[in-house]
C-alpha cells in the first residue's frame, strides 16, 4: 500500500516539476472508461462511438440493460452493488469531460443518449430499491443546460428525489449558481412542472430549514438574483427572510440585489410588478420615436424585446405609485420607495 502512494507521490512530483512532461488526458479517459464498467454496449454509449452504437441499437441491444453487478466494501462487509445502465455510464463519464478540448467527445456522447433515448432507454434510469440520482438529477448537477433538455424531453420526471434528505432535482440546481447555465437549467425545470414549493426535511434546526427549505429560498439565501425572477413568474412567493440578508451584507453590490425583492413585494406581487415595468418600458420608448406612430404598437414592441419584471426599475415603482391611491399605506410605501432609490 504504502509502495502505491510513493509511486503516486512520485508521478505527481514529476507531473508539477515538467519532468513527466505533458498529462495523457486521453489516456487517463480510456483508463477510467475500462474501470466504470465491463458491459460492451455500456462502454461504447459512455466513450461516444455513434457508429458502434447505432449498429448495436440496430442488432437488438437493450439500452435498458445492465452491466455486470460490481462489488463494494460496506462496513465490515462486502456488497452487490446494482449495475448501471448504459445512459448512467455515460454520465459517469461526462463528469471527466469538463476541458475544452473534450467538446467533440461531449457532443458525441450526448448523440449516443439521444440514440438510447430514441430506442427506449428509460429517461429516468432503472427502478432501484434504494435512493440513485437519475440521469436528469446527474445532468443538473454537472451544469449541462443541452442533457437536461435533452432527458426533459424525453419524459424525465423533473420532480423525482434527489437525495435522502428531501431535496429535489430543482434544489440542487438552485446550488450551482447564478450563471448562464443555471439559469436555462432552472428555466427548463420550472418549464417542466417542477415543484418550486417542494421543502426539504428540517434536519438542521428551524433557522437553517427555513432558509435552505424551498428552492427559491436557497436562491434567495445565496444571492443568485438572476434566479429570482423564474421563480416568481412561475407564482413563487417572495421568502419573508431577504431583508435581513439585504441589510447585513457587507457587500453593498450583493445588497443592492435585494431591492428588486423588495420593489416586487411593494407592488403586490411579480405580477403587478411586471406589468407596471412594461407599461414604464413602452411610455420610455413613444418618447424616442416620432408621435405619428400609434401608441399601441410600443407595448407589443416591450412584450416582444423585453423580460419586463426581471430586473429593478425605479420607473416601475413611478408607475405604481402614480396610479395607487397616495392615501393607502400601499401608495405611501411606493412614493417612498421611489424617492428612497432615486436619493
Known sequence: ??????????????????????YDWEEAHAKYLSFLTPGPFQRAVAG???????????????????????????????????????????????NHRRRPEDAD?????????????????LPDGPTRERWENTPLGLAVEQGRPEFVRLFLSAGADPNAPADPKGNTILHHACRLGGNRATYEIVRLLLAAGADYTARINPLHGQIRA??????????????YHRLWPLFLRAGADVPNFWRGFMETSRCPEKAQRYEYLRMVEAAGGFQAYE??????????????????????????????????????????????????NPRTNRGNLLRNLCGAIRA
Open 48 to 94: 461516444g462511438d455513434v457508429e458502434l452504437v447505432r449498429e448495436m441499437l440496430a442488432r437488438g441491444e437493450d439500452p435498458n440493460e445492465l452491466d455486470a453487478p460490481a462489488a463494494r466494501v460496506i462496513g465490515d462487509g462486502i456488497e452487490l452493488a446494482g449495475g448501471l445502465d448504459a445512459i448512467e455510464c455515460a454520465m459517469a463519464m461526462l
Open 275 to 324: 406589468k407596471a415595468h412594461a407599461k414604464a418600458l413602452a411610455a420610455t420608448l413613444a418618447k424616442k420615436f416620432p408621435a405619428h406612430i400609434p401608441e399601441e404598437v410600443f407595448p407589443r414592441v416591450v412584450a416582444f424585446w423585453a423580460h419586463t419584471g426581471f430586473y429593478g426599475s425605479v420607473a416601475a415603482v413611478a408607475v405604481l405609485a402614480a396610479e395607487t
Open 1 to 22: 500500500m504504502f509502495g502505491l502512494v510513493r509511486t503516486g507521490l512520485d508521478k505527481l512530483k514529476a507531473w508539477v516539476s515538467g519532468e513527466a512532461g505533458d
Open 105 to 121: 467527445a461531449v457532443r458525441n456522447i450526448f448523440a449516443c443518449i439521444e440514440l438510447c433515448l430514441d430506442a427506449g432507454a
Open 210 to 223: 427555513l432558509i435552505f427549505e424551498t428552492p427559491f429560498g436557497i436562491a434567495v439565501t445565496f444571492g
